[in-house]
């Protein structure tokens, strides 16, 4: 199968090619509820793997404290594995909604909590949009944005720190240059530190099933089956 987009971002049917819930189709079509799922993931690994704006990584992430373990495998085998994992991990959280809350939403920085709701209801738009298609087709577009925009009409005032004031500035940069006529700019390239320590890396398996261990003891899923 040929693969267009992002990875890390990419809807786990698209990865796998294989409806989140069977029985619907026998093959998966590329369409609007995709889309939106994409830019979710893009949110929720802002919200896990960042402190605030800047693109400020957490602290969190590069140290070796087994406290942070459980952060460390849920950015991994949602965001850095290999497709076939990444795509089952994220039928997992479809398919188990439950583990929204406990892989996703718990994970959050303190700095992006007040998105917790928006990123819940976006959630359960996209599980309406997999689980009856023809659903997307009509005006899913419009709910999410009707979220969002509820969402900035609600947030409350807050004062813009240092950091905060060089993206804004950043950002303008980046609009006059695409005003100039030069949309790239200075391209920065750097590789990505390891969300998890070598000595921690290992597969995990059977996958979680809602037969679950104790919380403390539970392992993010594989690709296996």
């Known amino acids: 199968m040929h693969l267009k987009g992002t990875p890390p971002y990419t809807s786990g049917e698209i990865l796998s090619d294989q409806s989140y819930f069977y029985g ?19 949110l929720v690994r802002i919200c896990i793997t960042q402190q605030g704006p800047g693109d400020v990584r957490r602290e969190d992430l590069e140290l070796e404290n087994e ?7 849920v950015v991994h085998f949602l965001f850095d594995s290999d497709t076939n994992t990444m795509a089952a991990n994220k039928r997992e959280i479809f398919t188990h909604a ?7 939403l718990n994970n959050f920085h303190d700095y992006f909590q007040p998105l ?27 709910m999410v944005l009707e979220v969002l925009d509820r969402a900035l009409e609600s947030a409350p005032p807050e004062d813009i720190d240092e950091v905060g004031k060089k993206v804004l ?25 390891h969300t998890i320590p070598t000595s921690h890396r290992q597969v995990y398996h059977p996958p979680l099933s809602s037969s679950m261990p104790n919380p403390k003891k539970r392992k993010l899923y594989t690709a296996e089956r």
Do not use: M, T
């Open 24 to 42: 619907h189709r026998d093959r998966v079509f590329h369409d609007a509820v995709h889309d939106l799922e994409s830019f979710f993931w893009v």
């Open 67 to 73: 406290e942070y373990d459980s952060l460390r495998r």
């Open 98 to 104: 439950s583990h929204l809350e406990e892989y996703v």
């Open 116 to 142: 917790r709701d928006v990123v819940k209801e976006w959630f359960h738009l996209l599980l309406l949009g997999h689980q009856f298609h023809g659903f997307e087709y009509y005006d899913i577009h419009d």
């Open 169 to 193: 500035c950043d950002r303008k940069a980046n609009i006059e240059k695409l005003l100039d006529g030069n949309p790239f700019g200075k391209v920065q390239q750097s590789s990505p530190p």
